[in-house]
Each structure stands twice: as C-alpha cells, then as structure tokens.
C-alpha cells in the first residue's frame, strides 16, 4: 500500500513539473509586457529595460525556469511580480477560502445525491420522475445564472444575505455560514444535478442483479437489500463521481468566486493570468495539479476500502 | 459633471465597465447626526498591488495609499495645484531648480514629526529602484534639504511634468527609517489622513482605514472610518451597491435606471476616460501608408463619432477629436471640428495620397476594443483599409511596434501627463517614438515655462499640432456614472485624483 501511495505521489509530482514547465513555456515569452504592466503609464523603454534587467527577466527562459524549480524545490515558489508577495502563504490562504466553500458543498452534494438516488432508484413511480426532474432542472440551469438570480433575490431584494464578501470562519462563524451559503447552494444545485443521476442509475442496475433477487427469495428485508448490500456495490462509482465533482467545483470556483467577490483559489488564478503574473501562475498550477492528484489517490484508496476488488497491494 | 434623474438609459452597456481601470466604486456611508461617527464603505475595481511607495500607481489603487500618505502637492477637481505637505513651490529662472517649503504640523502614524529628509529619502529611493514612479522624476538629479522644511530638487533638464507627478504616486512621503521593511508592502507608516486598521484589513480583499484626527488637514475628512473593497466583477459591484453593503460605486449604464429606481442618487462623471486610435506609426516603418498625414486625416473623417457615443455608449460620453481633456489647460473646443465625419473627403484624401486602392493593416484587439471592433472595421472599410484584429491576451501591451496602430482607454489626466505620455519621444503612447522639430521646438519651451498662463498656450499648441497632424484618432469622452446612498456625496470630477477627497457627506 504504502509504496503505491509513494509511486502515485510521485507520478502527481512529475505530473506538476511538466504542467509548470508547459505553463512557463506558454507565457514566458511576455516578461516585457508584465513589466510593462507594471510600469503602467510610464512604461518607457528605458524604463522597461531596466525593470526586466534588476528582476533579472532578460535572462534565458529556460534559465529562469530551473531556478524557479529549484527554488520551489525547497519551498520558495517566488513572489507575485505585482505585489511582491510571497506566493505559497498566499496561495494557502486562498486555498482555505475555496475549501471553506468546496467542502461543506460536497458534503450536502453526497449526501443529498445519495439520499435522492437511492430514494428513486427503490421506490420508482413518480419519486423517481420527481428525482429525475430535480436531476434535469439541475443541468440546465446554467450556474453563473442561478448564482445572479439568487443574489438578486436574497442579497438584494430580501436583503438576508451578503450580495459579496467573504467572513473567515476565525472572524465570525455565522459570519461565514451567510458569506458561503449562497455559493454553497449554486455548486450544491450542479453537483446533485451530475450525482443523484449516477448514483441512481447505479442503484437501478443493482438491484436488479441476481444476488439482489437470491437475497429477497431469503427473506431479507428491503431497507437491508437497499441499504447494506446493493448502496455498498453502487457507492463506488458514487465515489468517483464525487471526486470528479470536487474537481469540477474548483473549476467552477473560479467564476463563483467572481461573482461573489470572495478571495479563493479561483478568484487569484483569475486575476493572475489576466494579468500574466508568472510566480503566480506557476504556484497555482502546482497546488492544483498537487491536489488533483492528492483527490484522486484519497478516491482509489476509499474505492479499495468499499469494494475488495479494486483494493491495490 | 451633472446630476441626473431622467430615464436615459435603455440597454445594456460596457462602457462604464470597461473602464476598470478608470472607474470605482465606493460603498458606505453611515452618518450622522449629532457627532455619531460617519463612515464610508465603497468599491473599486481593483485592489492596490502594493503600499510600497516605489510600487504605487495612480488611478483607482489610489484610493487606499492616498488615506495613507500625505503627498507634496495636491490637485484640485479642477485638476488646478494646490498646496498640499508643502505649503509653497518655486522653480528658478531656469526651470532647473525646484523648492518646495513643507508646513511644520505633519507627523508620521508612529508620532515621529515629518521633515524635509524624510522627504529626500523616499525620493532617492524611488529613483534608486526600477519601478513604476521611477520615470515620473527622471529630471531630477540630486536632492538638497537646507533645513529641516526645505526641500531643493535640482534637475537635469526642466520638466513640465513633475510638479503634476509631485501631486501624484511620485510625491508621496514615505518614513525612510521603515520603507526597506518587508511591513511596508502592506502596512506602511505614513503621514497620511487615515492608517490602516490592522485587525479588520485583509489584504487583496478590504481595506479599513481609521481617520487620524491630528492629522493638519483632517477636516476635509469627514468619514471617521472607511472601508474599501476591491470588487472586480461589475455585477458584484452592482449588486454590492443595490444590496446597501456599499455606500458608492460605479455602475453601467444598463444598471443605471435600476440603481435609480432603488433610490440611489446617480451622478455623471463626464469625460472620465478618453477613448481613441493612436496612429502610432507616424513614421510608416511596418505601414508606410501611415506615414501620410492625408491617410491619418481620412482615418479621422471615417469614423462617426457620434453615432459611435448614440450606438455604443447609451448617449453617455462626448464626441471629441483632440486628446486634451475638457477642463484643462490645452483643449480648444474649436479643434472638435477640424474632422467631420464625411467619407468623400476622406476618400478623396485617400486617393491624393496614392491610396485610392486601399491598403491592409492591423491593430491589437483584446477585452478593452472588443466592443469597438466591428465599428471600426466598417469605417476603415469605407475608405478601403482593410482592417484585421489580431486577438492578444489582456496583459499584452498593445503600445508596442507591433502594431501600427492600437485602441486605448485611459483615464482623464493633465496636460503634462497627456504630453509625456503621448507626444514625449519616449512616451508609453508613442511606441515608435515619432518627432517632429515644431513638435520638440514646442515641448522643451513647454519644459522651461514657469509662467503657467504661458505654458497653457504652450499645451494648446502642441494639441493642435497633435490634431493636425493626425497623431491620433480620438473617438469619445467615456462618462462614468456614480451611484450612491443617500448619505454619501461624489463630488470629484473627471480630473480629480482617486482618493477620498470625492466624496462628502450629503447634506
């Protein structure tokens, strides 16, 4: 186990040199127009020319990049070229805001997906229409609609939650669970949408198997039909379409957190590849390629621990 | 500027948005009555990069480093110098001397009293570092301090642009004792009206600022507290100013009618950004065509300016074909005229021109020219320029020789500023770094004139050589509207600096 864990890391960190490397290579021909942002209105090139040369920017590409690598090696992923703050404090941070968001949403997401797929998956009938259409309203409601809509409404007519904002938890809990909820509720309506179908459709092809059948000639009651043997066999798929949704919802973050001025993960990739902030950019790419990554392991590793099958040795 | 309670506004519109970088939003205002503290809460687009004196720009990060320094001079909503941490100036007879007298009642947020080498220390290193201020004081070339209120610059050249720059990021009075702390970035000691409230700021994503009531100049402040919150999203920051989380903000013209109807007053900020062609290849070095001023003049004449503010703007800007802004020194009403929109005299330029088959170019286009790109196409087609849009990243600089000619929006400024961007040899504006002898003849008379009725007729002429010569191709005044709660007054112009002094209490 723990050298597949060790061989699946390892692989993640190959994973994130490259994309780096890729990033890098994408937008490290701009260093004169970054620096010419940066000197904004009095971007002569005199002035240009010696920004680039005191940051060091007129060096080789390549040169540059394997002294970030080397430098992120130990720890260092440089400072924001606009503001010349350090990079990993800052991506930390962000990080924390966008999990204060992803976490609780996936949870209600799981939770909600299960209870619903499973509820119309057993029962059938006009549950399963009813589970369906929430399913359907789900995926054609487009996200960045709904989030405008339910800011009009609660933010600005009803006035019962912030319209923007973000409230760290340490500051003020209740604070926070306003400044999350509607954000949580958009990437919560998506997720079921996506979640509640798969697991539904899992549980329908369960229970229809033979071990399904042998166990009520048995006698066994439905509730434990449903709930300890047919939920276990469906709850793995469940669970990489859980991991998948946790992913989406980090790509999702990054117009939620837009739209609701919060200060996340997705919120400083935006604003750091409008402005082409390279330390910035490549940071962002490690942690998500590292996180990805991180997901997907935690995923095989509770996907061998429900089903015997997949177990790695 | 006009305040507005009509309904003029019909669809939807970018204008006002795409001037983030000119435009802002405040929020707040809590007041009151008898002695109750009044606060202010507003937005703006974007958040300072750094509270590093040598990184500061002006535009909307002004609004918190402003609270935060006191800077030399001040600019008034006229854009007119006023004393500010200096109480006079004077230049020699030559221009290459500058003494600045500082008041005697300033004192750091640690209680150290200001004096005229902390002054001297900030400006050395501001023009140590590569930065964005560093080029706003390149004439100076050595700093005396007398006494301890006497500040001498002694220059290498006169520079017309400094004592606007004095006024601005550049003139700011840092505590030399602190600036090379890496707590500067953040939160810097400075003798400005307001500091930051440590405890409530987190950086990126609000500012509170607490008053300094010992500060010499805290009447003109009447909010005891301010937050400012940078909100880059445009529906954010409406829905933030609708909601009542802020007090003032910047709206769209699509937003407008329903920011009117929630009770919020609207004001105009007319001209708060100069949208334009700069036809910086004046040289023909990648497109000879452009090299012929009859080709630049035809350009003028295509465009229909003022279908352009009627169509794309909701009505709100101003037609204008001369870059020097309304209320300042240099415009000539009359120079709006000198290009009508009239294609069979641009074709017949075209054609005196040897350019009666057209030609091809192409210019930069990216999120600020989306908006204008099929208009444009239309009317250089109308005179035979084909015109292609080469799609570029919004951190792209499109002020480079890449391009012979480029769309930019950019916010009101004086005429200094205009000149040294625009027609300065090595101006941002002026990539391919086109002169003229009457053009130079004109700015290093400009550069030496200390007499300041002389200099605003020195401006006018370099405008109207600028126009003229078709060095550009100015298209609208963009008006910035202001929506704000009933206890809070925007009373900037589009010539005001960004900082609090725009905003009062509604009496």
Known sequence: MIPYIVRRLAAGAGLALVITLIVYLLIGTSFEDVARTILGQSATPEATAALLEARGWDRPILVQYVEWLAAALQGDFGASVYTSLPVLPEVLSRLAVTLSLIVPALLITATLSIVLGVWAASRGGVVDRIAQGVSVFGYIIPGLLLAIGLVVLFGVQLGWLPATGYTRFGDDPAGWARSITIPVIVLVVGGVANMSAQVRGRMVDELRRDYVRTLRTRGVSSRSIVLKHALRNAGSPALTVMSLEFINMFGAALIIENVFALPGFGNYAFNATLQGDIPVMLGISTFGVVLVTVVNLATDIANGWLNPKARVH | ?507
Request: net charge negative; with cysteine.
């Open chain 2, 1 to 507: 500027m006009s305040r507005r309670t009509g309904h003029r506004f019909a669809g939807a519109a970018l204008a006002a948005g795409l001037l983030a970088a000119a435009g802002c939003a405040a929020q707040g205002a809590a007041p009151d009555a008898q002695g109750e503290a009044r606060t202010l809460e507003f937005g703006v687009p974007q958040p300072p990069n750094s509270l590093d004196p040598i990184e500061l720009h002006d535009g909307v990060q002004r609004y918190v480093w402003g609270s935060l320094f006191d800077t030399l001079l001040a600019l008034d909503h006229e854009g007119e110098l006023q004393p500010n941490a200096a109480e006079s100036w004077s230049y020699s007879d030559d221009a290459l001397t500058l003494t600045l007298d500082l008041r005697d009642d300033m004192s750091f947020s640690d209680g150290d009293p200001v004096t005229a080498h902390d002054v001297q220390g900030t400006l050395e290193r501001t023009l140590e570092n590569a930065g964005p201020q560093r080029g706003n004081l390149s004439a100076v070339e050595s700093i005396d301090v007398p006494d301890d209120h006497t500040v001498v610059l002694n220059l290498s050249e006169p520079d017309d642009n400094l004592l606007v720059s004095l006024a601005q990021a550049a003139g700011v009075i840092g505590d030399p004792e602190t600036l090379d702390a890496p707590e500067t970035a953040l939160d810097p000691v400075g003798s400005g009206p307001y500091t930051l409230n440590e405890e409530r700021t987190q950086d990126g994503t609000v500012y509170v600022l607490d008053r300094r009531d010992d500060h010499w100049n805290a009447d003109t402040y009447p909010f005891e507290t301010v937050t400012i919150r940078p909100i880059q999203d445009r529906t954010a920051m409406f829905n933030s100013v609708l909601s009542g989380e802020l007090d003032a903000g910047t709206v769209d013209p699509a937003q407008a009618e329903h920011a009117e109807a929630a009770g919020l007053t609207l004001t105009e900020v007319e001209g708060a950004s100069l949208a334009m062609l700069v036809l910086a290849d004046r040289d023909g070095t990648t497109t000879p065509a452009l090299a012929d001023v009859r080709v630049r003049q035809a350009v003028n004449m295509a465009i229909d300016r003022a279908a352009v503010v009627e169509s794309l703007h909701h009505g709100l800007g101003t037609p204008t074909a001369q870059i020097f802004h309304p209320l300042t020194a240099g415009h000539a009403a009359e120079l709006d005229e000198t290009y009508p929109y009239d294609l069979e005299h641009a074709r017949a330029l075209m054609a005196d021109a040897g350019y009666e088959d057209g030609f091809s170019m192409s210019m930069p286009g990216n999120i600020m020219s989306t908006h204008f790109q099929a208009t444009l196409v239309q009317a250089f087609d109308d005179i035979g320029i084909e015109l292609t849009w080469d799609p570029v990243p919004p951190q792209t600089s499109t002020q480079s020789t890449d391009w012979p000619a480029y769309w930019n929006i950019g916010g009101a400024t004086t005429p200094s500023r205009v000149v040294a961007q625009f027609y300065a040899e090595d101006g941002s504006n002026n990539p391919f770094g086109t002169s003229d002898p009457k053009l130079r003849e004109l700015l290093d008379a400009v550069a030496e004139e200390t007499d300041p009725e002389r200099a605003d007729d020195l401006y006018r002429q370099i405008n109207e050589f600028g126009v003229e010569q078709a060095w550009f191709s100015p298209v609208l005044w963009i008006t910035t509207i202001w929506a704000t709660a009933e206890d809070v007054e925007y009373v900037g112009s589009a010539v005001s600096p960004m900082d609090l002094r725009v905003f009062d209490t509604a009496e």
